[in-house]
C-alpha cells in the first residue's frame, strides 16, 4: 500500500462533530443530498447555508459579501460543494474544512478550483484546507454503485500511462517521469487490493481509495500536470459529453472510457475490466442509462475531438473507428450483437 502524500486527511466517523466545537461560526457549502446525511448528526448548526452547483466566477464571488463575519468554510459534498469551498477560501483566507460524501471526489485533494467560465472549465486558485475529513458512516450512507464508481480516476492511470508513453515517444507534450509513472503503476497496484474491499463494503477500500485520490493530487501539483492519470479513457469521456451534450457520474464514465480505449490501445483490457468488476463498479451500459449508440457516437468523434480541443497526444490522435474498432469496443463493454 502507498504511502500518500498531501493534505491533512482525518478518517473515522462523526469527526465534523468534534471540529465544530472549536471551528467557531461556520457555513455549509453544500448539496441537498449529502446535507441530508450529515447535517442532522451535527451538534451546531451552521450560520449559513451555501447550495453548491454553480460554479462561474461572478456568481461564487456574489457569495462573499453576505458571508457572516469570520465564519469558516466547510464544503460537504461532492466536486461542486468542495469546488465551490475552495473558491471562497481562495478569495478571502477563510479557515477550509473538507467533508467529502463520495470516494470519487478528489477535488478535495487537489489545490486549483474547476471554474466553470465561457462554456468550459478554467483551473485557478489555490486553496490547501486545514484537513480533509473522510466519514465512513456518511460515505457508507450513499448508494453503493456510487461508492464503487470512486475508482474511476484512479484506473485511468492504466490508459494514461499507456497514453503518456505514447505521447513522449512521440516528442509530444511533458516528457517520461519513470518516478511519477512508477507511483502511477502502484496506485493500480492498490486498486487490486482494495477493489474487493470496496465491494464488501470494508473501511478499508474506502481509506486506501481516499489515500490514491490524496498521492495523486499531491503529484499533480508536483508535476505540474496529470499525464500519469488522465488520457485517452478522459478524452473519450468529454467527446461523450461534448457529443451527447449530458454526462454521467464521471468516476463511471471515466471507468468506461478506461474499458474501452484499453482494449485499443491492446494494452491489458482484462486487468481494468477484472478490477472494475471486483470493486462493484457499473459497466453495464443498460444499468448506467446510456446507450450504445452514445459510446460509438463518441468514439467516432474522438480522434477529430482531441486535434480540435488540442489534448494531450494518446492513441486517440489519429485513431482509425471503423468496423473492427467498434466491435473491439462492444466487446470491451459486453454489448451483446
Ligand atoms: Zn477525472
Known sequence: MITARGFDVDYGRGQLAGRLDNIGPWV?????????????????APEQIIW?????????????ADLPAEA???????????????WLHHRTGRTLVQVPSLPSVDACFTRMTALRDAGGVRYEGDSVPEVVIVDFDLIWSAPRALVSGGIGDVLSCHTGLFDWALGAAAGRDAPWDEEAAARGREYLDDLEVLAPLLAAGEDQGIEMLMECHRDIGWLCHELGHARFEEGSEHFWA???????GRT???????????LVMSILQGNDPDRPRRIADAAGARTDLDELGVAWSEVEAALVRLPSF??????????????????????????ALRVLD
Open 52 to 64: 453548491a452547483g454553480d460554479l462561474r466566477p461572478a456568481h461564487l464571488d456574489s457569495l462573499i
Open 248 to 258: 454521467i457520474m464521471h468516476g463511471e464514465l471515466v471507468t468506461l472510457g478506461v
Open 238 to 244: 468529454y467527446a461523450f459529453e461534448h457529443v451527447t
Open 28 to 44: 455549509a457549502l453544500t448539496q441537498p443530498e449529502p446535507w441530508e446525511r450529515l447535517g442532522p448528526t451535527l451538534p451546531a
Open 72 to 86: 469558516a468554510l466547510v464544503g460537504i459534498g461532492g466536486g461542486s460543494a468542495m469546488d465551490t469551498a475552495k
Open 306 to 331: 482531441v486535434e480540435e480541443q488540442r489534448l494531450w497526444y494518446s492513441v486517440a490522435n489519429g485513431l482509425e473507428v471503423g468496423p473492427e474498432q467498434l466491435g473491439a469496443a462492444r466487446r
